[in-house]
């Protein structure tokens, strides 16, 4: 018996809703397994794809006029079902939301249609809670105090009786679990502060306020952190064996100033037809995060890293980010290099992929390298004379890559970006145009062509395959 052959059951048209009793006489269940079924049954259940109704039956939802989805609220109070198996979202007014919370996995009866034609409907089931924690403002009373969620699509406040305040004082950011929920309008929500997370003037807190509102991971899991710590730090020979080596060319990275992990690094050549080789490499990850590691899972789970204007949510632990999987500059590095040929004119004629080992001589900045290309720095021409002519190369074809993408009919959005300005003690100081000068223009352009590139050669291989 699996969960297949119930749903395979329950979807017939002649079904109608059964109790767990007579869905195990169907089934012929013999007393020793009905606890088995009944888990199986419940798992259904648990995740949507069969309702509990009245009488202790279980039925099919899109049989009974039931919607299961993710519940999305509005800061006003009413919300939207967003269904699991997709289709039009249901409205729900506030008043018939049932205690159900922004992005609680709830059903839904659609009840009728609004006058834009959109379907309509009260939730009558909570599936499963999704803000088993709130963060907010702590507020002090004498009697009960309340946290005010930072999401202001959670619109309930928590209230917390004195003994559960954890000493938090009025005004701090706190954690607070739940300890009751909502049933239905006007009842309160219950909970206790379980961490007091600090000042709402510290900018710190903020930005952990943010984490944990879009439920990012400021911490790695104590096994995570463990599987990096045993990562070596440095290339061992046996390690660069089978790869291409590139330590002899001249490579160097270009990156913003406050730049703390090189995921790419690049050089070039000019060819005796005038044409260009130009190579990107990026740090070979998968070499130090093995399938279905923890390491990976837990960057499976992450998806990206998140980049606040001072600080920054890795996806893996800094002793792979910063370190080990970082292109630093006079050390050898694992990567996974695509070496493009190119015409006279900057189109691509040949092109190839590799794993390879690098070393990259120089960590440039996007202002150096334009100090040196546009200002004429004398000082940074001296100091970075041995690169100057790669640069130059580097300036050249990335114009003629640009001239050939517009060509094609590619839209340049040249639009301005805000940089903030951050002061010693977290707090934003201005907010300023942020420069693009002919430094971001090189590393954008050979980034396009790699990426190009690779989806070409996926293309034609006829790979399933992710496009960015």
Known sequence: MNKEAILKFMRQETYRPLSLRELAGVFGISKKDKLEFKKLVMAL??????????????????????????????????????????????FVRQILLKGAMHKDKVVVRIEGTRRNGKREGRIIRVIER???????????????????????????????????????????????????????????????????????EDPDVEAQVIARKYNLNYKFPHKVIDEAKAVPQTVEEHETKGRVDLRALTTITIDGETAKDFDDAVSIERLKNGGYRLWVSIADVSHYVKENSNLDKEAFARGT?????????????????????????????????????FAPDGIIAHYKFYESVI??????????????LVDA????????????????????????????????????????????????????????????????????????????????????????????
């Not at 701090?172 to 239905?184: C, F, K, L, M, P």
């Not at 606040?308 to 006079?330: G, T, V, Y």
């Not at 790669?390 to 094609?408: A, F, P, T, V, W």
Request: aromatic share 6%; hydrophobic share 40%; with cysteine.
């Open 45 to 90: 259940v648990h995740d949507g794809s069969i309702v509990k109704i009245k009488g202790g039956r279980f039925g099919i939802p899109n049989k009974m006029n039931l919607v299961t989805g993710t519940l999305e609220c509005h800061p006003d109070g009413y919300g939207f079902v967003v269904p699991d198996e997709g289709g039009e979202d249901v």
């Open 130 to 200: 999704a803000n088993k924690t709130i963060v907010g403002r702590f507020e002090k009373a004498k009697k009960v105090s309340i946290v005010v969620p930072a999401d202001k699509r959670i619109t309930s406040t928590c209230v917390i009786a004195p003994k559960d305040d954890g000493g938090a004082k009025h005004g701090d950011i706190v954690a607070a679990e739940v300890t009751r929920w909502q049933t239905g309008i006007g009842m309160p929500l219950l909970g206790r502060v379980v961490e007091v997370i600090g000042s709402h």
């Open 305 to 341: 890293s998140v980049y606040f204007p001072d600080r920054c949510i890795p996806m893996l632990p800094e002793a792979l980010s910063n370190e080990i999987c970082s292109l630093k500059p006079n050390v050898d590095r694992l990567a996974f290099t695509a070496e493009m040929e």
């Open 359 to 372: 070393k990259s001589i120089e960590r440039m900045t996007y202002t150096s390298v334009k100090a040196i």
């Open 377 to 468: 720095d004398e000082s940074l021409k001296k100091r970075y004379s041995h690169i100057i002519p790669d640069l130059k190369i580097m300036e050249e074809l990335s114009l003629k890559l640009k001239k050939e993408r517009s060509k094609n009919g590619s839209i340049d959005f040249d639009l301005p970006e805000p940089q903030l300005l951050i002061d010693i003690e977290g707090r934003v100081e201005d907010i300023v145009k942020s420069e693009r000068n002919i430094a971001h223009q090189i590393i954008e352009e050979f980034m396009l062509q790699a990426n190009q590139t690779v989806a070409r050669f996926m293309a034609h291989s006829k790979t399933a395959f992710l496009y960015r």
